[in-house]
């Protein structure tokens, strides 16, 4: 089992940062490719980022270039580095672990409001 707490959520003005954080706790950090998801209002769950345990990198095309996807395998922590954020990054950003065998675990999310 693997549990996944978010934090660094917030209200932010468009063009400000946020960093957001992952603790997982559990199994084997390490071992866990990660992911970040967001779900705005009357949308789908949608991926923003992933990083493998190769630390191997992805982004979704809108948040390319803004978005910053980091792990700390002594921490047992992922991160989200947001720059440059605008009104439509508003959402509730989830934390997703998923291993080679199939097992998928996911946070409780945490909201990011983007607005003046």
């Known amino acids: 089992q693997v549990q996944l707490v978010e934090s660094g959520g917030g209200l932010v003005q468009p063009g400000g940062s946020l960093r957001l954080s992952c603790a997982a706790s559990?199994?084997?950090?390490?071992?866990?490719?990660m992911g970040w998801y967001r779900q705005a209002p009357g949308k789908e769950r949608e991926l923003v980022a992933t990083?493998?345990?190769?630390?191997?990198?992805n982004y979704a095309d809108s948040v390319k270039g803004r978005f910053t996807i980091s792990r700390d395998n002594t921490k047992n922590t992922v991160y989200l580095q947001m720059n440059s954020l605008k009104p439509e990054d508003t959402a509730v950003y989830y934390c997703?672990?998923?291993?080679?065998?199939?097992?998928?675990?996911w946070g409780q999310g945490t909201q990011v409001t983007v607005s003046s």
């Open positions: 559990g199994r084997i950090f390490s071992s866990f490719a």
């Open positions: 997703r672990a998923s291993s080679t065998t199939g097992l998928v675990y």
């Open positions: 990083i493998t345990v190769f630390r191997s990198t």
